[in-house]
């Protein structure tokens, strides 16, 4: 038990700490003119001040409702963001898209475990546990990687495209095979 609380602690205090070298890191870039993307700045800011501020607010011996508080913090955040890309127009980034991707994933899993936990109020562990673990971490971890990097790591950008034109290949042939009957009857 004590060893999980301190590598909670630890593990809190590491993807903090890459956060904040993510907003250094697009700072300096913004500083030495090397990159003009005032999005990702802003988005590495706020993500650092939301999860710096969520770690400070956090009690190793609070109980399930922490997940609550995570997950308003995430939506909150996830607002904020939306904000940002409203009122500075740039092409949005990979960091940008990699990070709402990622504050939307851990969102639903923070609900889920506050599900478990304190509506159903299970008390013995089971493999979404495991997944909530594992899940929020390698997700945490991505998102300092993009913004650090800022590109599309896992090809979901190219993935979404993909499907977005497939999707709309499909839904235009497939009115077209709708509309050429009327159009040749009206042509007669």
Same mark, same amino acid.
């Given at each position: ?15 903090? *700490? ?9 700072? $300096? ?17 706020? $993500? ?10 956090? +009690? ?6 922490? %997940? ?12 904020? !963001?939306?904000?940002?890309? %409203? ?16 504050? !939307? ?20 562990? *089971? *493999?979404? *546990? ?6 929020? +971490? ?22 979404? +495209? ?21 159009? !040749?009857?009206?042509?007669?």
């Amino acid at each position: 038990m004590y060893f999980e609380k301190s590598l909670a602690v630890f593990m809190g205090g590491f993807v903090v *700490w890459g956060f904040l070298m993510a907003m250094f890191f697009n700072l $300096m870039l913004l500083g030495f003119k090397a990159k003009k993307d005032i999005q990702l700045v802003g988005v590495s800011i706020l $993500m650092f001040i939301s999860y710096f501020t969520s770690d400070h607010f956090y +009690n190793i011996f609070s109980g399930s409702e922490i %997940y609550l508080v995570w997950l308003i913090y995430d939506l909150i955040t996830l607002f904020l !963001i939306f904000l940002v890309c %409203y009122f500075v127009k740039s092409n949005r980034s990979a960091g940008v898209f990699y990070v709402v991707s990622g504050l !939307i994933f851990n969102s639903v899993l923070f609900l889920c475990m506050h599900y478990d936990l304190a509506v159903k109020g299970n008390s013995e562990p *089971w *493999w979404f *546990w495991s997944f909530y673990s594992i899940g929020v +971490n390698i997700v945490d971890l991505l998102m300092i990687i993009v913004l650090i990097v800022d590109r599309d790591i896992l090809g979901l950008i190219s993935l979404k +495209n993909y499907v977005k034109q497939r999707v709309k290949n499909q839904s235009s042939s497939f009115l077209n095979k709708f509309t050429q009957p009327f159009q !040749i009857q009206q042509s007669q």
